[in-house]
C-alpha cells in the first residue's frame, strides 16, 4: 500500500511532465513549421515579383528578345542576392535560361500542364517535381512573364523560383530535434525532482505507519526524525512525535499504577489475611487478640481509604465534571471549619497553630467541597509530616483579584528532585512506605487534580525542613 501510494503519485507526475511535453512540443512542431513554410512562401513571392519586374522592364515596349548570356549572368546574381535557384522558360514551358543550381535542366521542356495547373489554382508556392521535371520534391513558385506590345498584353514565357524541401525539412527536423531533446532533459530532470520529492514526502509516512504497528504491539519508543520542515508534513511530524511523547507517558504511567495499586492493595491484604490467619488457628495468644484485632481494623481502613481515593480520582477525570466550579462560597469559613475539623490529630501530636484568617469573608469561585477536601489534604499531610511539637501555620489573604490559602510545615525538607513528581499519584517521599502507613499516595495527587479543574495554580517551597504549599483561587 506504501509503495503504491509512492509510485502512484510519481507516475502521476511522470505522467503530467510526458503528456504536457508532448502536447507543447507537437504544437510547437506544428507552429513552427507552419512558419517557416509561410516565411519561405512570403520571401519566394517577393523575390519572383522583383525578379520578374527587372526582367521584364529589361525588354519593355517591344517584344523580347532574350540575350541567354546576359539573363544566365541576371539570374545568377538573383540566385545569389535570394537563395533560391531560378529557371526562365519560354510560352512552351522550354528552359532557356537557369542559376547555377539548375543547369542540367537547360533545354528541357517543363509539361505545361503542370504550368498551367499551378498558375490556374493562384497558389503562392506548392510542393511539387513539376512532373518529374525535377529529381525530387521542391517547392515551387511560378509567375508568367508578361509584355505590353503595341498596346497588347502577351505572356512571353514563364519564371520559377524553387528551393530544395529536403534541405528544408532537415532544417526544420534538425530544430524539431533540438527542441525535444531539450524537452527529454527536462522531463528527465523533472521526474528525477519529482522522484526525490515525492520519496520526501512519501518517507514520513511510512515511518509513522511503521511506527503505529509498533505502537499496537505496545512499543512507544518509536519517533519519527523531524527535519525541521515547516509545512504541513513537517507539522504532522511534530503532532504525531507528541503524541508519541503522551502514549509512552500514559503506558509508563499505566505500568506505574499497576504496580502502586498491586503494592497499595497487597500490603494491608496481607497483613489482614496473616494475622486473621493467625487468629484462627491459634498461632497468635488470645491476650494478644485486641492488639491484632486493631491492626486489622487499621489495615482495613486504609483499604477503605485507598478505595476511596480512587473513587474521587475517578469522579475528577471524568468528562463531566466541572460545572460546580463557578459556584460561590466563603474560603475563609471553609478554611476554619477544616482547621477545627482536624483539631484532635494537631493536638495528638503537640502541634500549636498559626493561623493568619481574616475576619471577614472572601467570596471565590469553585465547587466548595472539592477546596475543602483540598485544605483537607494540605493540613492533613502537613500534620503527618511535621516533627512533633513544631508548628503549623495556616493563611489566607486577597492579592491581585485572588485569594490565596498557604499551609506550612516543619519537618523533614523535601528534596528539590522530588518536588517536581509529589503531585503525582501514588508518589512517597519515603520510597519504602515506612513512615506514612496511613497514607495511600493520593492526597496531593488529588489536591492538584481539583485544582487543575478550577484552572488555578499550586506551589509548595522546601527549605530547610520548611515545607510550604500555597494555592490559587478566583474571587467571586
Given at each position: 500500500m506504501r509503495k503504491h501510494l509512492f509510485f502512484r503519485n510519481f507516475i502521476t507526475a511522470a505522467l503530467i511532465a510526458i503528456i504536457s511535453f508532448a502536447l507543447l512540443g507537437g504544437l510547437f512542431s506544428a507552429w513552427m513549421y507552419s512558419q517557416s513554410v509561410k516565411s519561405t512562401e512570403d520571401s519566394m513571392v517577393t523575390s519572383l515579383n522583383v525578379i520578374a519586374n527587372h526582367i521584364i522592364s529589361q525588354y519593355a515596349g517591344s517584344e523580347v528578345a532574350f540575350d541567354?548570356?546576359?539573363?544566365?549572368t541576371l539570374i545568377a546574381v538573383m540566385s545569389d542576392i535570394t537563395g533560391f535557384d531560378i529557371i526562365v522558360a519560354d510560352g512552351q514551358g522550354v528552359v532557356y535560361a537557369c542559376s547555377e543550381g539548375n543547369l542540367e535542366q537547360l533545354d528541357k521542356q517543363i509539361p505545361e500542364a503542370e504550368l498551367g495547373v499551378i498558375i490556374a489554382n493562384n497558389q503562392k508556392t506548392t510542393l511539387t517535381s513539376l512532373g518529374r521535371f525535377f529529381n525530387e520534391l521542391r517547392r515551387v513558385a511560378i509567375k508568367p512573364l508578361i509584355s505590353d506590345i503595341?498596346?497588347?498584353?502577351?505572356?512571353?514565357?514563364?519564371?520559377?523560383?524553387?528551393?530544395?524541401?529536403?534541405?528544408f525539412r532537415d532544417t526544420w527536423l534538425l530544430f524539431t530535434g533540438m527542441f525535444f531533446l531539450i524537452a527529454l532533459f527536462?522531463?528527465?530532470?523533472?521526474?528525477?525532482?519529482?522522484?526525490?520529492?515525492?520519496?520526501?514526502?512519501?518517507d514520513p509516512i511510512n515511518a509513522m505507519v511503521d511506527a503505529t504497528k509498533r505502537f499496537a504491539k505496545g512499543d512507544y519508543s518509536k519517533r519519527i526524525k523531524d527535519t525541521g520542515r515547516i509545512d504541513e508534513l513537517g507539522q504532522l511530524t511534530q503532532a504525531f512525535n507528541s503524541m508519541a511523547d503522551s502514549l509512552e507517558s500514559t503506558e509508563t504511567f499505566n505500568r506505574s499504577f499497576i504496580a502502586n495499586m498491586s503494592h497499595e492493595?497487597?500490603?494491608?491484604?496481607?497483613?489482614?489475611?496473616?494475622?486473621?490467619?493467625?487468629?484462627l488457628d491459634g498461632t497468635i495468644p488470645r491476650s494478644k487478640c485486641d492488639h491484632y484485632l486493631e491492626i486489622i481494623s487499621s489495615?482495613?481502613?486504609?483499604?477503605?481509604?485507598?478505595?476511596?481515593?480512587?473513587?474521587?480520582?475517578?469522579?475528577?477525570?471524568s468528562p463531566h465534571v466541572g460545572d460546580e466550579v463557578n459556584s460561590s462560597f466563603d474560603i475563609t469559613e471553609v478554611t476554619k471549619l477544616t482547621l477545627v475539623g482536624l483539631s484532635g490529630k494537631i493536638e495528638a501530636k503537640k502541634l500549636d497553630v498559626n493561623a493568619e484568617l481574616p475576619e471577614g469573608?472572601?467570596?471565590?469561585?469553585?465547587?466548595?467541597?472539592?477546596i475543602t477536601q483540598v485544605i483537607y489534604n494540605l493540613l492533613d499531610n502537613a500534620i503527618k509530616f511535621s516533627a512533633p511539637k513544631t508548628a503549623i501555620a495556616l493563611g489566607l489573604w486577597k492579592q491581585s483579584g485572588q485569594a490565596f490559602v498557604s499551609v506550612e510545615n516543619t519537618g523533614t525538607t523535601i528534596p528539590p528532585d522530588e518536588l517536581p513528581h509529589i503531585f503525582r499519584r501514588f508518589h512517597k517521599i519515603d520510597k519504602s512506605r515506612s513512615l506514612d502507613r496511613e497514607g495511600v499516595g493520593l492526597g496531593l495527587f488529588l489536591v492538584k487534580a481539583i485544582l487543575d479543574k478550577h484552572n488555578e495554580d499550586i506551589y509548595v517551597t522546601s527549605i530547610n525542613g520548611q515545607t510550604r504549599f500555597v494555592f490559587t483561587l478566583r474571587l467571586a
Amino acid at each position: 500500500m506504501r509503495k503504491h501510494l509512492f509510485f502512484r503519485n510519481f507516475i502521476t507526475a511522470a505522467l503530467i511532465a510526458i503528456i504536457s511535453f508532448a502536447l507543447l512540443g507537437g504544437l510547437f512542431s506544428a507552429w513552427m513549421y507552419s512558419q517557416s513554410v509561410k516565411s519561405t512562401e512570403d520571401s519566394m513571392v517577393t523575390s519572383l515579383n522583383v525578379i520578374a519586374n527587372h526582367i521584364i522592364s529589361q525588354y519593355a515596349g517591344s517584344e523580347v528578345a532574350f540575350d541567354e548570356s546576359e539573363l544566365c549572368t541576371l539570374i545568377a546574381v538573383m540566385s545569389d542576392i535570394t537563395g533560391f535557384d531560378i529557371i526562365v522558360a519560354d510560352g512552351q514551358g522550354v528552359v532557356y535560361a537557369c542559376s547555377e543550381g539548375n543547369l542540367e535542366q537547360l533545354d528541357k521542356q517543363i509539361p505545361e500542364a503542370e504550368l498551367g495547373v499551378i498558375i490556374a489554382n493562384n497558389q503562392k508556392t506548392t510542393l511539387t517535381s513539376l512532373g518529374r521535371f525535377f529529381n525530387e520534391l521542391r517547392r515551387v513558385a511560378i509567375k508568367p512573364l508578361i509584355s505590353d506590345i503595341d498596346g497588347a498584353t502577351t505572356a512571353t514565357g514563364h519564371i520559377i523560383l524553387s528551393t530544395d524541401y529536403k534541405a528544408f525539412r532537415d532544417t526544420w527536423l534538425l530544430f524539431t530535434g533540438m527542441f525535444f531533446l531539450i524537452a527529454l532533459f527536462v522531463i528527465i530532470l523533472t521526474l528525477a525532482i519529482t522522484f526525490i520529492t515525492t520519496k520526501k514526502q512519501s518517507d514520513p509516512i511510512n515511518a509513522m505507519v511503521d511506527a503505529t504497528k509498533r505502537f499496537a504491539k505496545g512499543d512507544y519508543s518509536k519517533r519519527i526524525k523531524d527535519t525541521g520542515r515547516i509545512d504541513e508534513l513537517g507539522q504532522l511530524t511534530q503532532a504525531f512525535n507528541s503524541m508519541a511523547d503522551s502514549l509512552e507517558s500514559t503506558e509508563t504511567f499505566n505500568r506505574s499504577f499497576i504496580a502502586n495499586m498491586s503494592h497499595e492493595l497487597k500490603t494491608p491484604m496481607t497483613v489482614i489475611t496473616g494475622f486473621a490467619q493467625g487468629l484462627l488457628d491459634g498461632t497468635i495468644p488470645r491476650s494478644k487478640c485486641d492488639h491484632y484485632l486493631e491492626i486489622i481494623s487499621s489495615e482495613t481502613k486504609r483499604l477503605s481509604r485507598l478505595v476511596e481515593s480512587m473513587l474521587d480520582v475517578a469522579i475528577l477525570e471524568s468528562p463531566h465534571v466541572g460545572d460546580e466550579v463557578n459556584s460561590s462560597f466563603d474560603i475563609t469559613e471553609v478554611t476554619k471549619l477544616t482547621l477545627v475539623g482536624l483539631s484532635g490529630k494537631i493536638e495528638a501530636k503537640k502541634l500549636d497553630v498559626n493561623a493568619e484568617l481574616p475576619e471577614g469573608e472572601i467570596i471565590t469561585r469553585g465547587d466548595k467541597d472539592s477546596i475543602t477536601q483540598v485544605i483537607y489534604n494540605l493540613l492533613d499531610n502537613a500534620i503527618k509530616f511535621s516533627a512533633p511539637k513544631t508548628a503549623i501555620a495556616l493563611g489566607l489573604w486577597k492579592q491581585s483579584g485572588q485569594a490565596f490559602v498557604s499551609v506550612e510545615n516543619t519537618g523533614t525538607t523535601i528534596p528539590p528532585d522530588e518536588l517536581p513528581h509529589i503531585f503525582r499519584r501514588f508518589h512517597k517521599i519515603d520510597k519504602s512506605r515506612s513512615l506514612d502507613r496511613e497514607g495511600v499516595g493520593l492526597g496531593l495527587f488529588l489536591v492538584k487534580a481539583i485544582l487543575d479543574k478550577h484552572n488555578e495554580d499550586i506551589y509548595v517551597t522546601s527549605i530547610n525542613g520548611q515545607t510550604r504549599f500555597v494555592f490559587t483561587l478566583r474571587l467571586a
